[in-house]
């Protein structure tokens, strides 16, 4: 599991959103820890089967993303993965620090992708 707070650098877009491409990077960084889990190989991501963005993240966000390895090849790992908004800029004027705990987290994305990996001797 890898939690981390989306910048206003993350944001392209107007409304300060953040591009869908920057919750795959995160799926990807949970993919190798996977990897590296369960046989000492960081693997390579060879494609996703399904991708579903299913609500907007913005900047200033807390975004929360894991993922499960949900079936074992040979030299590769299916994996599902699915990001969670946990924390969210409280919308104020006059204190623009502000946020607060998003409950229950709202999921903004899912995924379902395949690593390879080196074949062991």
Not at 65 to 85: C, L, Q, Y
Request: aromatic share 6%; charged share 30%; net charge negative.
């Amino acid at each position: 599991m890898i939690r981390v707070r989306l910048s206003s650098a993350d944001a392209h877009y107007a409304g300060n959103l953040v591009d869908g491409a920057r919750i795959l990077q995160l799926f990807g960084d949970v993919a190798t820890e996977l990897c590296i889990r369960d046989g000492e190989d960081e693997g390579l991501f060879r494609a996703y089967e399904s991708v579903e963005f299913l609500a907007p993240v913005h900047a200033g966000d807390f975004i929360e993303a894991d993922g499960e390895i949900v079936t074992r090849g040979r030299t590769s790992r299916k994996m599902k993965f699915e990001a969670r908004k946990v924390i969210a800029p409280a919308p104020t004027v006059d204190w623009e620090t502000r946020a607060s705990v998003v409950e229950p987290p709202v999921v903004v994305c899912r995924a379902v992708g395949t690593c390879v990996i080196k074949a062991r001797q």
